[in-house]
């Protein structure tokens, strides 16, 4: 299986700073052939599904604020939230959608300041 | 815009079988452009996806869930299933199905979600 590791576990940052989320795979989830990254970040709030946030490691999905940005390729990659809002606070998982069984990051927890 | 909606017994007994159904509404099961997962969460834990499903049958399940997984879909109904036999207190959590978007000879990430249904597993 490829493991989804995140860091940190949780962070705090202040209203209107800059959060980073790192998440590194066990395996590359790049495929040659397209050179996309299989690699998926959601949102989740308390009592409330998984939210899409970005796809193919970059991609941001319809609707997604443009404060939300991912890059790496390979095995390492990074959620930046630039420009914090309190409605960011949230648990933010990434996923790796590239081999069976598809897998998830253990989830990392973004509060505020 | 789809949406879905899980439904099935909030208990199950140890050792029986948890059966869940999603309803798609908003669209066909059937389109070609959509695979259909089911993904759980213990509370208070991380995300486990359990195995995903096409309009044409085909599957792909977690191997961890060692062959208690069917999932199947029932497009007259416009919906997909998931059965977890010889539950145990283990398998208690929120179960959610999702929808991800074909691409190319494999899928893209889940893109619209249900809002999950708990399962307790206890006597």
């Known amino acids: 299986d490829i493991v989804m590791t995140q860091s940190p576990d949780s962070l705090a940052v202040s209203l209107g700073e800059r959060a980073t989320i790192n998440c590194k795979s066990s395996?590359?989830?790049?495929?040659?052939?397209?050179?996309?990254?299989?690699l998926g970040w959601y949102q989740q709030k308390p009592g409330q599904p998984p939210k899409l946030l970005i796809y193919?490691?970059?991609t941001r999905e319809s609707g997604v604020p443009d404060r939300f940005s991912g890059s790496g390729s390979g095995t390492d990659f990074t959620l930046t939230i630039s420009n914090l809002q309190a409605e960011d606070v949230a648990v933010y998982y990434c996923?790796?959608?590239?081999?069976?069984?598809?897998?998830f990051g253990q989830g990392t927890k973004v509060e505020i300041k | 815009q789809q949406q879905l909606q899980e439904l099935g017994p909030g208990l199950v007994k140890p050792s029986e079988t948890l059966s869940l159904t999603c309803t798609v509404s908003?669209?066909?099961?059937?389109?070609?452009?959509?695979?259909w997962g089911w993904i759980r969460q213990p509370p208070g834990k991380g995300l486990e996806w359990i195995g995903s499903i096409y309009y044409s049958g085909s599957t792909y399940d977690n191997p961890s869930l060692k062959s208690r997984v069917t999932i199947s879909v029932d497009t007259s109904k416009n919906q997909f299933s998931l059965n977890l036999t010889s539950v145990t207190a283990a398998d208690t959590a929120v179960y959610y199905c999702a929808r991800h978007s074909v691409s190319g000879t494999w899928y893209s990430a889940f893109d619209t979600w249900g809002q999950g249904a708990m399962v307790t597993v206890s006597s």
């Open positions: 395996q590359s989830v790049l495929y040659s052939s397209n050179n996309k990254n299989y």
């Open positions: 908003g669209g066909s099961i059937s389109s070609s452009s959509y695979y």
């Open positions: 996923h790796q959608y590239y081999r069976i069984p598809q897998t």
């Open positions: 193919w490691a970059s």
